[in-house]
T-cell receptor, first 114, second 110 residues
């Protein structure tokens, strides 16, 4: 069964450093998302991406964040200068376009900023 | 801004019990309703997907949507220890953003 894959599973970084979280969405999906979940809190929307551009973003997704689809398979989230409060599970998700369909999530990357 | 409300539990039931999980919401524009299951430190796994009001059944799982009351439910019949997880409701309008509840932690005791 096709699935969304994310790497790495766990990333530890020092405050102020840049991190790139990687995702390979399901191959025939066209909408891509990043969500995050701070420990004990809700899953929160960060950004959606379609046709090589951001289609929606939340207040959380400020200038420190960027997304890219550098090739036909990867979808990345970059945090330029990490803060302690960026520590969270980051989930990538994808869905097919054409009709409104459900989103499938990856297993997540646990980001720890120290 | 509390778009979606969900009782975090924890909920503990004996094996074989019927489990009822619920969410309420305030945005009447929500049209698409989902239930995800999340095991500890894992990604949300889609269980049920429903458009608009009505019931949907898949094996031991039944999802109900009552748009007039802004209330959705997930029922699990013959609950198993492997059902122990956090259950997240999620919903959206016609756009891209999914809005999640806080999740309900369920433990099924053998």
């Amino acid at each position: 069964e096709p699935e969304v894959t994310q790497t790495p599973s766990h990333q530890v970084t020092q405050m102020g450093q840049e991190v790139i979280l990687r995702c390979v969405p399901i191959s025939n999906h066209l909408y891509f998302y990043w969500y995050r979940q701070i420990l004990g809190q809700k899953v929160e929307f960060l950004v959606s991406f379609y046709n090589n551009e951001i289609s929606e973003k939340s207040e959380i997704f400020d200038d420190q964040f960027s997304v890219e689809r550098p090739d036909g398979s990867n979808f990345t989230l970059k945090i330029r200068s990490t803060k302690l409060e960026d520590s969270a599970m980051y989930f990538c998700a994808s869905r097919q376009a054409v009709v409104n369909t459900e989103a499938f999530f990856g297993q997540g990357t646990r980001l720890t900023v120290v | 801004q509390k778009e979606v409300e969900q009782d975090p539990g924890p909920l503990s039931v004996p094996e074989g019990a019927i489990v009822s999980l619920n969410c309420t919401y305030s945005n009447s524009a929500f049209q698409y309703f989902m239930w995800y299951r999340q095991y500890s430190r894992k990604g949300p796994e889609l269980l049920m997907y429903t458009y608009s009001s009505g019931n949907k059944e898949d094996g031991r799982f039944t999802a109900q949507v009552d748009k007039s009351s802004k209330y959705i439910s997930l029922f699990i019949r013959d609950s198993q220890p492997s059902d122990s997880a956090t259950y997240l409701c999620a919903m959206k309008e016609g756009g891209n953003q999914f809005y999640f509840g806080t999740g309900t932690s369920l433990t099924v005791i053998p």
